[in-house]
C-alpha cells in the first residue's frame, strides 16, 4: 500500500516586519522598564553631546599660532596644530623627520592590508610586517648606515617612540610567550621550572619598577662597556614582562585543547614540535585572540611608563607642553589629544582582532 | 585507486629496507606483526594491563573486547607507544618499541589509529586533514598526497566533502574521514578503538561497512568494539580481556557458541541480554 506522506513545499521565509520604526518599537520601547531606561538614556545624551560638541568644534579656536589666538570659550586646538611635530618625533633631528614619516609609512604599507580580506600577498606582507619591517625601520630610524647620519635614541620621543616600543614589544611578545607557554607544559622538569620561575618572576613585579631597574640598577651590576642605551633596557624590559602575560593567556588556550589531537598528532607520526605548530597551537592560538589582543593592549598602553626613566612617549611629550607657561590652561586639549591618539590605535587593534576571529572561526559547533 | 600503494617504497630497495629493518630489529619473525610478550602496565600503583601475552599474524583481524575498565584502550594503545608500557616486550614489524624515538617513529609510520570521538583537526578541512602528514612526516608532493587522499575519501565514499571542515560533517562521516586520514600514510596495522560507539545507530553501519571492506582487502586490524556482528562477520580471533588480562581467546564461532570462562560467558550474556 502506498503510504499518505506527501513531502512538503519549501517556502521562502516570511518577510521580517524590519525598517527602523519596527526596530526602535521592538528593541527600545518593548516594555514599560526598557521605555522609562531609553527615555533615561536619550536625556542624558541630550545633556551630554551638545556641551562636548560645542566645546571641541564649534565654540573651538583653530587659527593662530600662540595661546592669544584662543579667544573662544572652547577648546584651544592651537595649542596641538603647534606642537604636533614634538608629539609626533620628540626631539629627532628636524632635517632627518623624513625617515620617520617614511617609518610611519612602511608601517601602514604593512598593516592596512591586513584589515581586508581579499588582498594578496596578505600572509607573505603579514611575515615580512614582524621580521624585515623592524629591520628596516631600525636601520632607517637609527641611522649612522648607507649615508644615514646617527639620531641618537635619546633623541626619539612624541608617537614614534610609542610605536617604535610598541611594536617591538607585540612583535616579541607572542614568540617569547608561545614559548615559555610551551615550556610551562613541557615534561621536562627543568624546562618546565626555568619557565615557571620566569612567569611568575615577572608577573610579580609592577612594569615601573622593571624599568626603574633596567635604567638604573642594571648598569650598576654590567661590567663597564657594558652598558647599553636606555631605550635597548626599557624594550627588553617591557618585552619580558608581556611576554610572561602572554605565555598564561597563550597556555589557557593549550589548555583547552582537547587531548585527542595530540594524540591523533602522534597517531600520525607527527612529532612534538610540528603537532604543535601544525595541530595545537594554531587552534589555541585563534581561542585566545580576545586575550592577546587584551594583552597588545595593555602593551600599548603601559609604554607611557617609560616617562619614569626619562623617554619622552607621546603622552609625556604632551605632558611637558601642557606645563610650559607659554601655554597656559590648555592641559584638557592635551590629554583629549593624547587619549584621541591612545584610542585610535588601541581601537585599530580590536577591530582587527575581532575581523580575524570572524575569518578563522571553522568551528560549526553543532 | 589512481596510485599503487607501494609506489613510494618503490623507490627504496628491498634490500635498503632490510638493512634498516636488521639496524632497528632485535627479533625479526616473518610470521607475526605484532608481538607481546609478558607485558606489563601500571598508572601509578594500579596495576592495568597484566602479563600480556598477543602474536598478531599478517593480515589477521582481531576484535578485543570485554567490561569496560579492563583496559582495551590501554593495550591498543600501547601498541603506537601512546602509552608506555613498563615491562616485557612490544615489538611491531619487527621493531621493538622503547624509549628510543627513531622507534617509536618507525611504528607509528606503520600504524594507523582511529579514535571514539574521532579527533579530526576542526581547524583543518578534510582534504588538509589528510594530507598533513603524508606532506610533514613523509614528505610527499602536495599534489601526489591530495591525489591519494581524493582516492581514500572516495573508498570510505565522501569524496564530495572534501573542502569542508569536520564541523559539518555527520559523525559517521567524520570517523570515515578519519579512517581515510590514517589510510593516506599507508600503514600495515590498523588500531580502532571503539569506532563506533560515539554514533547514532543509523551511522554505525556506515562505519562498520567501510571497515568491513578494510579487512577484505587484507588490512591487519585490531579492533576493540562491542560490535558483535562485527566480530562474527570478519574477525579471525575474538580476544576477550577482564581486569587487564586476556581471559580468552579463540576464532568467533566458538567464542560466542562455546565460551570456556564463566567471566566470558557472563559477559557475553550481558551483551545478549541487551
Ligand atoms: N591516564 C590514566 N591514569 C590512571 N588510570 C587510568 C588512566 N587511563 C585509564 N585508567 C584506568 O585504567 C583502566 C583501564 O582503562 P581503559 O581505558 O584501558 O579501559 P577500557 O577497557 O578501554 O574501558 P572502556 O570500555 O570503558 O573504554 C581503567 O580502570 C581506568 O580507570
Ligand atoms: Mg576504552
Known amino acids: ?366 | 585507486m589512481t596510485k599503487d600503494p607501494d609506489a613510494i617504497t618503490d623507490t627504496v630497495t628491498e634490500a635498503e629496507l632490510r638493512a634498516n629493518h636488521d639496524k632497528l630489529n632485535h627479533d625479526v619473525d616473518p610470521d607475526y606483526v605484532i608481538k607481546l610478550i609478558g607485558m606489563n602496565k601500571w598508572y601509578g600503583d594500579f596495576h592495568v594491563l597484566r602479563d600480556i601475552n598477543l602474536n598478531v599474524h599478517k593480515g589477521e583481524r582481531i576484535v578485543i573486547c570485554g567490561p569496560s575498565g579492563s583496559g582495551k584502550s590501554t593495550m591498543i594503545r600501547c601498541i603506537n607507544r601512546l602509552e608506555e608500557h613498563q615491562t616485557g616486550q612490544i615489538i611491531v614489524d619487527g621493531v621493538e618499541l622503547t624509549n628510543d624515538l627513531k622507534n617509536i617513529d618507525a611504528v607509528r609510520r606503520e600504524v594507523g589509529m582511529c579514535f571514539q570521538h574521532f579527533n579530526l583537526f576542526p581547524h583543518l578541512t578534510i582534504l588538509e586533514n589528510c594530507v598533513l602528514a603524508p606532506m610533514w612526516v613523509r614528505k610527499e608532493p602536495r599534489k601526489q598526497a591530495e591525489e591519494r587522499a581524493m582516492a581514500y575519501l572516495e573508498r570510505v565514499k565522501i569524496p564530495e566533502q572534501a573542502n569542508k571542515y569536520p564541523g559539518q560533517l555527520s559523525g559517521g562521516q567524520q570517523q570515515r574521514v578519519a579512517i581515510a586520514r590514517s589510510l593516506c600514510m599507508e600503514p600495515k596495522i590498523m588500531l580502532f578503538d571503539e569506532p563506533t560507539s560515539a554514533l547514532d545507530p543509523e551511522m554505525i553501519k556506515e562505519v562498520l561497512d567501510t571497515m568491513v571492506q578494510l579487512a577484505e582487502e587484507g588490512m591487519t586490524m585490531l579492533c576493540v568494539t562491542h560490535e558483535m556482528g562485527f566480530a562474527k562477520t570478519v574477525a579471525d580471533r575474538v580476544i576477550f580481556m577482564a581486569a587487564g588480562q586476556i581471559i580468552e581467546e579463540n576464532e568467533p564461532h566458538e567464542f560466542f557458541n562455546n565460551p570456556q570462562e564463566a567471566r566470558t560467558q557472563e559477559f557475553l550474556s550481558q551483551i545478549i541480554g541487551h
Not at chain 1, 650598576?220 to 627588553?236: E, H, N, S, V
Open chain 1, 1 to 366: 500500500m502506498m503510504g499518505k506522506y506527501v513531502e512538503k513545499e519549501a517556502l521562502p521565509p516570511p518577510v521580517s516586519t524590519s525598517g527602523p520604526i519596527a526596530w526602535v518599537r521592538d528593541n527600545l520601547f518593548n516594555s514599560p522598564l526598557s521605555t522609562i531606561l531609553s527615555l533615561l538614556t536619550i536625556y542624558l545624551l541630550w545633556n551630554i553631546i551638545p556641551p562636548i560638541f560645542s566645546w571641541a568644534f564649534f565654540d573651538a579656536n583653530f587659527a593662530g599660532d600662540n595661546v592669544d589666538a584662543c579667544t573662544g570659550t572652547g577648546a584651544c586646538w592651537v595649542f596641538i596644530k603647534v606642537r604636533l611635530n614634538f608629539f609626533i618625533y620628540g626631539f629627532y633631528a628636524e632635517a632627518e623627520r623624513w625617515r620617520v614619516d617614511l617609518s610611519f609609512l612602511l608601517l601602514a604599507i604593512a598593516v592596512v592590508p591586513q584589515f581586508f580580506d581579499k588582498f594578496p600577498y596578505k600572509m607573505w606582507l603579514g611575515v615580512a610586517s614582524v621580521t624585515l619591517l623592524p629591520l628596516i625601520v631600525g636601520t632607517l630610524l637609527i641611522g649612522g648606515v648607507l649615508g644615514l647620519p646617527p639620531v641618537e635614541t635619546h633623541q626619539w620621543g612624541g608617537l614614534m617612540l610609542t610605536l617604535v616600543l610598541s611594536y617591538v614589544g607585540i612583535v616579541a611578545a607572542l614568540p617569547f610567550g608561545v614559548i615559555l607557554a610551551l615550556g610551562r607544559r613541557s615534561e621536562m622538569p627543568t624546562v618546565r621550572m626555568v619557565c615557571v620561575a620566569f612567569i611568575e618572576l615577572w608577573r610579580g613585579v609592577p612594569l615601573i619598577s622593571v624599568l626603574f631597574m633596567a635604567s638604573v640598577m642594571l648598569p650598576l651590576f654590567l661590567p663597564d662597556g657594558w652598558d647599553f642605551q636606555k631605550l635597548l633596557r626599557a624594550l627588553i624590559g617591557i618585552t619580558m614582562f608581556q611576554s610572561a602575560y602572554m605565555a598564561e593567556v597563550i597556555r589557557g588556550g593549550l589548555q583547552a585543547i582537547p587531548k585527542g589531537q595530540v594524540e591523533a598528532a602522534a597517531a600520525l607520526g607527527l612529532g612534538y614540535w610540528r603537532s604543535m605548530g601544525l595541530i595545537v597551537l594554531p587552534q589555541a592560538l585563534k581561542l585566545v585572540i580576545p586575550g592577546i589582543v587584551n594583552t597588545f593592549i595593555a602593551l600599548f598602553k603601559d609604554t607611557t611608563l617609560v616617562l619614569i626613566i626619562g623617554l619622552l612617549d607621546i603622552l609625556a611629550t604632551v605632558q611637558s607642553s601642557i606645563v610650559d607657561p607659554a601655554w597656559r590652561g590648555v592641559a584638557a586639549e592635551g590629554y583629549v589629544f593624547a587619549a584621541f591618539c591612545f584610542w585610535v590605535f588601541c581601537f585599530g587593534m580590536s577591530k582587527y582582532s575581532q575581523a580575524l576571529e570572524r575569518k578563522l572561526h571553522t568551528g560549526h559547533k553543532r
